[in-house]
């Protein structure tokens, strides 16, 4: 069979062109169609088979979002990149420059300033493919600027969660995050200005415990993963089974958790006429 290997297999490879892309389709984690790459994305990443919303990242966020697809980013604050100069059987240093050569972000949160609706809007969006959208220094900073910025513009406020929890490789500092963001939270609600929770999938952890769930209006996409601690791990404390849509967004819904379950194609729309109703102006 050395001929097939030797002969054949390389004249094979001569003719396929080094042009075609590398990845031409998509599997939905859901009903596993494959889907052409380019329809997925004129589809915004939703499965056109079975309606799967599909993870998307920020910057596509906030495409999405805002009016004509039009915004300026606001960049993060600087901070200590490894306070705790952590490791574990890798550097953080080493897992953060890692992160930032892939997803081509500082961190795991970038903002934006716009309009939603015609509305004023900033809009703190979190990237899951950094580090699990984990919460550090820079993202709190980040959604502190972001709520300072809000006010300094007299304009809503829109989180746009998605994340595994506090960053563990930053230790106590990155839980106390949830107060400094709570309190910049807060800050903007004395000036009555809306403050709005887009839950996209997954939205767990030290993120859900703080500011997560702490909107005027909380929205999500559907069948976006939703909670605290794990499935498993409440099971094993509660000694009970679980639904098997829990902790899912239309199980928060029905559990008035949440007001409102948006496909992604209709967000700009529905959080345009939620700041028509909550503005001021």
């Given at each position: 069979?050395?001929?097939?290997?030797?002969?054949?297999?390389?004249?094979?490879?001569?003719?396929?062109?080094?042009?075609?892309?590398?990845?031409?389709?998509?599997?939905?984690?859901?009903?596993?169609?494959?889907?052409?790459?380019?329809?997925?994305?004129?589809?915004?990443?939703?499965?056109?088979?079975?309606?799967?919303?599909?993870?998307?990242?920020p910057?596509?966020?906030?495409d999405?979002?805002?009016?004509?697809?039009?915004?300026?980013r606001?960049?993060?604050?600087?901070?200590?990149?490894?306070?705790?100069?952590?490791?574990?059987?890798?550097?953080?240093a080493?897992?953060?420059?890692?992160a930032?050569?892939?997803?081509?972000?500082?961190?795991?949160?970038?903002?934006?300033?716009?309009?939603?609706?015609?509305?004023?809007?900033?809009?703190?969006?979190?990237?899951?493919?950094?580090?699990?959208?984990?919460?550090?220094?820079?993202?709190?900073?980040?959604?502190?600027?972001?709520?300072?910025?809000?006010?300094?513009?007299?304009?809503?406020?829109?989180?746009?969660?998605?994340?595994?929890?506090?960053?563990?490789?930053?230790?106590?500092?990155?839980?106390?995050q949830?107060?400094?963001?709570?309190?910049?939270?807060?800050?903007?609600?004395?000036?009555?200005?809306?403050?709005?929770?887009?839950?996209?999938?997954?939205?767990?952890?030290?993120?859900?415990?703080?500011?997560?769930?702490?909107?005027?209006?909380?929205?999500?996409?559907?069948?976006?993963?939703?909670?605290?601690?794990?499935?498993?791990?409440?099971?094993?404390?509660?000694?009970?089974?679980?639904?098997?849509?829990?902790?899912?967004?239309?199980?928060?819904?029905?559990?008035?958790?949440?007001?409102?379950?948006?496909?992604?194609?209709?967000?700009?729309?529905?959080?345009?006429?939620?700041l028509?109703?909550?503005?001021?102006?």
């Amino acid at each position: 069979m050395n001929w097939i290997r030797n002969f054949v297999k390389p004249k094979l490879k001569a003719l396929v062109s080094k042009d075609v892309p590398e990845k031409l389709w998509d599997k939905c984690p859901a009903c596993e169609q494959m889907i052409f790459h380019r329809e997925l994305s004129d589809a915004d990443y939703v499965c056109p088979q079975c309606d799967y919303h599909m993870r998307i990242g920020p910057v596509k966020r906030l495409d999405l979002l805002f009016d004509e697809a039009a915004f300026e980013r606001i960049p993060l604050p600087a901070v200590v990149h490894d306070p705790l100069k952590f490791k574990d059987i890798k550097r953080y240093a080493d897992r953060k420059k890692d992160a930032q050569a892939k997803t081509k972000e500082e961190d795991a949160l970038v903002i934006g300033f716009g309009s939603i609706g015609g509305k004023p809007a900033v809009c703190a969006a979190f990237n899951f493919q950094f580090m699990g959208g984990s919460m550090g220094l820079s993202v709190g900073e980040g959604l502190v600027k972001a709520a300072d910025y809000a006010r300094e513009q007299g304009a809503a406020l829109i989180v746009v969660p998605a994340s595994g929890g506090a960053r563990m490789q930053e230790g106590i500092l990155s839980l106390m995050q949830m107060a400094r963001s709570t309190a910049a939270i807060s800050k903007l609600k004395e000036r009555q200005l809306p403050y709005i929770v887009l839950l996209t999938d997954p939205t767990t952890g030290g993120v859900t415990a703080s500011f997560a769930m702490l909107g005027d209006i909380h929205i999500a996409e559907p069948k976006a993963m939703i909670g605290f601690a794990g499935r498993r791990v409440i099971e094993q404390t509660i000694k009970q089974k679980l639904p098997s849509d829990f902790q899912t967004a239309e199980y928060l819904l029905d559990h008035g958790m949440l007001d409102q379950v948006v496909h992604r194609k209709d967000l700009n729309k529905t959080l345009g006429n939620i700041l028509s109703l909550l503005g001021k102006s």
